[in-house]
């Protein structure tokens, strides 16, 4: 290689994001990663608490909104990843999924984890997309 390429770092402007040391997104040439994310507004307030379908909605907005200050869009998006404490809920989950993804069917999976940061965060889900 004969130069590097170009690292964007894109914030949402979370307290966490400088205390744990990570961004809501990072771009390295065409490739976008977006971290876990989950429902938690501006404010630090969980949305939808007890809501699997409303917090997927939330947190995939977020993620357009991350993919959109990184140069991407959600047409871009090749791998979701999604993280539920309960498996049983997958098709609020899904359902809400397929609401962004039905005609871009990016590679997909979702797995169920013992619990995320609060109890109240019911989905966490992160995704790569590439420009």
Not at 100 to 123: C, Q
Request: charged share 20%; net charge negative.
């Amino acid at each position: 290689m004969t130069g590097m390429t170009e690292r964007i770092l894109i914030s949402s402007g979370a307290k966490w994001e400088d205390i744990v040391g990570y961004s809501r997104a990072v771009r390295v040439g065409n490739t976008v990663e977006v971290a876990g994310t989950t429902a938690v507004d501006a404010q630090g307030q969980v949305v939808g608490a007890g809501d699997v379908y409303r917090q997927t909605q939330f947190i995939l907005s977020k993620i357009e909104k991350a993919l959109q200050e990184a140069g991407a869009s959600m047409t871009q998006v090749v791998r979701t990843r999604i993280f539920l404490v309960d498996i049983s809920q997958w098709e609020a989950a899904g359902r809400a999924h397929g609401e962004y993804f039905r005609h871009v069917k990016p590679a997909s999976s979702m797995i169920e984890v013992k619990g995320l940061i609060s109890p109240e965060l019911l989905v966490e889900i992160e995704v790569t997309a590439i420009i």
